[in-house]
């Protein structure tokens, strides 16, 4: 999207983010007012122009940020998080760990798990395992997030059980 900003604006990203905040204006949605109205963009590059001058992105903030972030007034989920992580990356070296605002991203060459602490009392591991039945503590993810087919509640680090790493584990080889 960003290459076919500069292609149909004539202008790169670097551009376009000078411009906006040289209007002095601050919110979301008059940053994409004045894009559509003034240079006649369409939503999704208006969209992109914003985030991006607004740092509002997930791909505009650090992953360290991101995580750290997710974990405020949850630090005694973090160290579970942290022993996810390094038992995922064990997988194999294609496992990509892509942190958004809410939760972590666990993929392959598709999405194939995340992890979320959820409430402060509870950390959700998002499992993509299609055609497989719930089993044990493996439920049906429900309306937790369409992205992933199961979900395992975790209150503590007893959670993380060899079955958790297993189920992560076929998610990871079937999304290869």
């Known amino acids: 999207m960003i290459a076919n900003l500069e292609k149909n604006t004539g202008r790169s990203l670097e551009e376009w983010i000078k411009i906006v905040r040289a209007t002095g204006l601050e919110k979301h949605g008059e940053m994409m007012k004045f894009l559509k109205t003034e240079h006649e963009f369409t939503h999704g590059f208006a969209n992109l122009v914003v985030h991006k001058a607004r740092q509002s992105d997930a791909g505009s903030a650090d992953d360290t940020d991101l995580v750290d972030g997710?974990?405020?007034?949850?630090?005694?989920?973090?160290?579970?998080?942290?022993?996810l992580v390094k038992e995922i990356e064990a997988f194999g070296g294609?496992?990509?760990?892509?942190?958004?605002?809410?939760?972590?991203?666990?993929?392959?060459?598709k999405q194939f798990g995340l992890i979320q602490p959820s409430t402060k009392k509870r950390l959700d591991i998002g499992i993509n395992l299609k055609g497989t039945d719930p089993v044990g503590n493996l439920e049906a993810s429900g309306s937790f997030n369409s992205m992933v087919s199961h979900r395992v509640r975790v209150e503590d680090a007893s959670g993380i059980t060899k079955d958790v790493i297993g189920w992560l584990k076929a998610a990871y080889d079937a999304a290869g």
């Open 70 to 83: 997710q974990y405020k007034g949850k630090e005694h989920f973090r160290p579970i998080y942290d022993k």
């Open 94 to 109: 294609d496992v990509e760990i892509a942190p958004k605002k809410a939760y972590v991203s666990l993929r392959r060459k």
